[in-house]
Structures are given as C-alpha cells and as structure tokens.
C-alpha cells in the first residue's frame, strides 16, 4: 500500500470502506501511533481518491486500548471497551490530521457525541460527505460495549452502500491455516462467507461477515504493506482474498 501512484483506469470498486487496525498505525513500534506509517496509509488513500474511489475509514484501537485486555485484567467488561472505543477516536483523529495535511478534505463522525473535536455519527450527513468527496472516518465502533471495529466497520459499510469492505492486514488474503504456523497453507483467491464461518478463519468477527453476507457485500481482504495494494484492490487485481457468496477453493 505504501506510495500509490495516482492512475485513472476504471475502478471494480467505487466506494469503499477500509478497515485498518489499530496496530497497522504503529509501524515500527510496540504501542500507540507511529505518524511516518500513518503519513504512508494516507498518502495510499490520497491516490485512491484521486483515482476516482470514494472512501470511508473505520480504523481499530488495539494499538492503544482493547477492552477484553481491560477486561483480563479485572476491569468491568463494559468500561473496558469504552476505554478501547476511545482509543478508535484518537486513531482518527491523528489519521484526519495527517489526511489532511496532505490535502485530503477530511470528516470525523464518532458513534459516541463529541461535538467539541468530531461531528456525531449521522448516516445522510456522512453520504453526502462521501459524495463532495471527503474521506470519512468512523470512529467509537458502533458505539456500545461487547462489539469491535470489525462489526462497525461492516455496519458502516452496509450503511453507506459501499460497494466492498476492504479488509488492509499483514498478510496478501485468507489462508487454509496460519501461514506463520503452517507452511502448507494455502491462500483461497475467492472464499464463500458460509465457508469462512464454517471454517472458523478468523479474518474478521463472526459478526462482522454475517452482517456482510446478509447484505451481500464483498469483504476483500489484502495486505497493506505491499506497494501499490489498495489501488490494485480498487481495480480488482493483484494478490488479494474475495469474500462473497461465490464459493472458491484455496490456491
Ligand atoms: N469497541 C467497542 N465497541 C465497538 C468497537 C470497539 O467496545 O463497537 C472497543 C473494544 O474494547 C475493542 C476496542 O474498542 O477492543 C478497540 O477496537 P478493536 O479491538 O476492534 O481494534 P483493532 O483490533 O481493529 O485494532
């Protein structure tokens, strides 16, 4: 994904939601936000835009807080995950920063009111966000306890009639196994939503591809630290994983 070139091919997929990870935004490091990785995701998305994608952001928090790490820890479950769903806002704000200082007209809506630093999550004021061509990014998840940024990400998605959710991650797609833990692992080119659940791939929450296959929408799984990814996934090429109701077999 780092330094796209700016193209102008037709796109497969017009409007998008990307997931990112908390942890993606710490590069190098162990913890927190690492601004030369973000500086390199946004440049990525930058040259998306111009490349005619409209594109919403749902980004995790697990580099800062994750509320089930609370939760171990003795911390009240609920409380815990406000805690990471804070975290989401920090992400956000740091990645409109950055957007922005490279040009790219920029909304954050939070699911949890923060009128003072972000707008409130608003579904038509977010389409037409996307519409004027502002990168919009959801923060605080859907909101509530006991869900992550996967579920919020899918709800988001299917929200803004996006055309794909496109999953960035550390690995190029869906496996048969870990490929860290099983060099004969596979990687499933097209992969149906029954199947991944089936299966147990955890690529995404149980929840989040349920709520994708309800509505019918692909997921796309890809990885982020190749050059040039989320454009090849906008046109709908390079080394990446289709999730749909198409069935596949792994490569
Ligand atoms: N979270 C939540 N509700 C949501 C979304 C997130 O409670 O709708 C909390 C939860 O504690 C989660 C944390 O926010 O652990 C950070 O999100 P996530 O773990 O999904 O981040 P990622 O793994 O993508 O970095």
């Given amino acids: 994904m780092p330094g796209e070139n700016p193209e102008t091919s037709p796109l497969k997929y017009k409007r998008v939601l990307l997931k990112l990870s908390g942890e993606a935004l710490m590069g190098p490091g162990q913890f927190g936000i690492d601004i030369p990785t973000v500086e390199q995701f946004a440049k990525a998305i930058a040259g998306a835009r111009t490349a005619g994608a409209e594109i919403c952001l749902v980004i995790g928090g697990g580099n800062i807080f994750r509320g089930m790490a609370g939760a171990a820890k003795g911390m009240e479950r609920a409380q815990a995950d406000s805690m990471g769903m804070l975290a989401t806002v920090m992400n956000a704000l740091a990645?409109?920063?950055?957007?922005?200082?490279?040009?790219?007209?920029?909304?954050?809506?939070?699911?949890?009111?923060?009128?003072?630093?972000?707008e409130p999550y608003i579904r038509r004021r977010a389409q037409r966000?996307?519409?004027k061509g502002r990168v919009v990014i959801f923060a605080a998840g859907i909101g509530n306890p006991f869900f992550t940024t996967d579920t919020g990400a899918a709800l988001r998605c299917i929200e803004m009639n996006c055309d794909a959710l496109l999953k960035g991650t550390q690995v190029d797609g869906v496996y048969t196994a870990d490929p860290k833990l099983d060099s004969s692992a596979t990687r499933y080119e097209k992969v149906a939503y029954q199947e991944l659940l089936a299966k147990d791939l955890r690529v995404m929450d149980s929840s989040a591809v349920s709520l994708m296959r309800d509505n019918n929408i692909p997921i796309v799984v890809f990885s982020l630290k190749e050059e040039g990814?989320?454009?090849?996934?906008l046109h709908g090429?390079?080394?990446s994983t289709t999730i749909s109701n198409e069935g596949g077999v792994a490569k």
């Fill in 129 to 131: 966000h996307m519409e």
């Fill in 237 to 239: 090429r390079g080394t």
């Fill in 95 to 118: 990645m409109q920063s950055v957007l922005e200082s490279q040009g790219v007209p920029t909304r954050v809506q939070s699911a949890i009111n923060m009128d003072q630093i972000c």
């Fill in 229 to 233: 990814s989320l454009l090849n996934v």
